[in-house]
């Protein structure tokens, strides 16, 4: 079934490439090659796809990212580097399928003035990341690349779902995020990480946090209370005794 459903997808594909030159058709070039492109995901993806929504453009994906980096890292070891390379960027496709909350992100701040009512819909957004980053298991490091390199979506998707799951965590990460942050939003959230892992963390590692509250607070937070309250709270969680 996945080669015939691969070869009807590139036969579908390749005449929409072919009509896009041939014919002045735009619509049934497009339906061509959505419909080859589509054919081709459900042929490669197979049996990782639990259902497909054409409008919606989503797939629900039964096996999850971290399961397919496992199974990588078992066979490099195993010596089939081309293999194992081919299943990183699979699992690396997985991962996407928390794309769609970093651009529900995206497109709430881009369209909704700041304030309370602004706010509130991006902590929904929250919300779901946490639920996912706690659901589902997700490779560390990928998520550490989105804190890291990713988009301001990508980011505030990281920081939820290490809030979530302390196995991804990214201490170094999470202190750039409160340094330097893209925004006052993530900077709480990275500020409500670092309260989390507070308990994990070495004398010089406190030492270190407390050193970049106390700079950003003059810098960075103006009157903005939520953030003041909670930079209060982690100073004075820093100053109890090491576990």
């Given at each position: 079934?996945?080669?015939l459903?691969?070869?009807?997808?590139?036969?579908?594909?390749?005449?929409?490439?072919?009509?896009?030159?041939?014919?002045?058709n735009?619509?049934?070039?497009g339906?061509?090659?959505?419909f080859?492109?589509?054919l081709?995901?459900?042929?490669?993806?197979?049996?990782h796809?639990?259902?497909?929504?054409?409008?919606?453009?989503?797939?629900?994906?039964?096996?999850?990212?971290?399961?397919?980096?496992?199974?990588?890292?078992e066979?490099?070891?195993?010596?089939?580097?081309v293999?194992?390379?081919?299943?990183?960027?699979?699992?690396?496709?997985?991962?996407?399928?928390?794309?769609p909350i970093?651009?529900?992100?995206?497109?709430?701040?881009?369209?909704?003035?700041?304030?309370?009512?602004?706010?509130?819909a991006l902590?929904r957004?929250?919300?779901?990341?946490?639920?996912?980053?706690?659901?589902?298991?997700?490779?560390?490091?990928?998520?550490?690349?989105?804190?890291?390199e990713g988009?301001?979506?990508?980011?505030?998707?990281?920081l939820?779902m290490?809030?979530?799951?302390?196995?991804?965590?990214?201490?170094?990460?999470?202190?750039?995020?409160?340094?330097?942050?893209?925004?006052?939003?993530?900077?709480?959230?990275?500020?409500?990480?670092?309260?989390?892992?507070?308990e994990?963390?070495?004398?010089?590692?406190?030492?270190?946090?407390?050193?970049?509250?106390?700079r950003?607070?003059?810098?960075?937070?103006?009157?903005?209370e939520?953030?003041?309250?909670?930079?209060?709270?982690?100073?004075?969680?820093?100053?109890?005794?090491?576990?």
């Amino acid at each position: 079934m996945r080669l015939l459903l691969g070869g009807l997808g590139v036969g579908s594909f390749t005449a929409g490439v072919l009509a896009v030159f041939a014919t002045e058709n735009g619509t049934g070039s497009g339906v061509l090659l959505g419909f080859g492109g589509i054919l081709i995901v459900l042929a490669l993806l197979g049996n990782h796809i639990d259902s497909f929504e054409f409008g919606g453009a989503k797939l629900r994906l039964r096996a999850s990212a971290a399961q397919m980096f496992a199974l990588a890292e078992e066979t490099e070891r195993r010596g089939d580097l081309v293999e194992a390379d081919r299943l990183r960027a699979q699992a690396r496709a997985l991962l996407d399928a928390a794309g769609p909350i970093a651009d529900h992100y995206r497109s709430l701040r881009e369209s909704m003035p700041s304030g309370a009512a602004r706010t509130d819909a991006l902590e929904r957004v929250v919300a779901r990341a946490r639920r996912l980053g706690a659901e589902q298991a997700f490779d560390a490091a990928e998520v550490a690349r989105w804190l890291r390199e990713g988009t301001d979506g990508q980011r505030i998707t990281a920081l939820a779902m290490m809030q979530a799951r302390p196995e991804l965590w990214d201490v170094d990460a999470a202190f750039a995020a409160i340094e330097d942050p893209r925004s006052a939003f993530e900077q709480f959230h990275a500020m409500l990480l670092a309260l989390h892992l507070i308990e994990s963390l070495d004398p010089a590692r406190r030492r270190q946090l407390a050193g970049i509250i106390r700079r950003v607070r003059g810098q960075r937070f103006g009157e903005d209370e939520d953030r003041w309250q909670l930079s209060e709270e982690i100073l004075q969680r820093l100053e109890d005794p090491v576990p």
